[in-house]
């Protein structure tokens, strides 16, 4: 199975940038594309942003648009996603995920995309 581990979280004051990352390691598999999602004390885990594997075409939920932007190391297989001028309500639990099956039918703004989670990193913005 594959393992994935966020590190990068912290508190920051609004305005400021944050760069969170996750690394994927374990047995042998192939990377079709990785995401970011984000939970917030009371809500549900919502999607952030994706860049599929090869290309590298990216896609962001549309209120971190010009703020938010994702990369990935193929070498690595990492993933990072550079934060900036955060907002107090960006504060959440981010989570990374793996899709690791090709031609999958559901898109990669959905968790059903993905096989593999991490364990999520905090990310609290002050006001």
Do not use: H
């Not at 990935?72 to 899709?99: F, G, H, I, W």
């Amino acid at each position: 199975q594959v393992q994935l581990v966020e590190s990068g979280g912290g508190l920051v004051q609004a305005g400021g940038s944050l760069r969170v990352s996750c690394a994927a390691s374990g047995r042998t598999f192939r990377t079709s594309a990785m995401g970011w999602f984000r939970q917030a004390p009371g809500k549900e885990r919502n999607f952030v942003a994706s860049i599929t594997w090869n290309i590298g075409s990216t896609y962001y939920t549309s209120s971190v648009k010009g703020r938010f932007t994702i990369s990935r190391d193929k070498a690595k297989n990492t993933v990072y996603l550079q934060m900036n001028s955060l907002k107090p309500e960006d504060t959440a639990v981010y989570y990374c995920a793996l899709d690791a099956t090709s031609g999958s039918a559901y898109p990669l703004n959905q968790t059903g995309r993905y096989d593999y989670w991490g364990q999520g990193t905090q990310v609290t913005v002050s006001s």
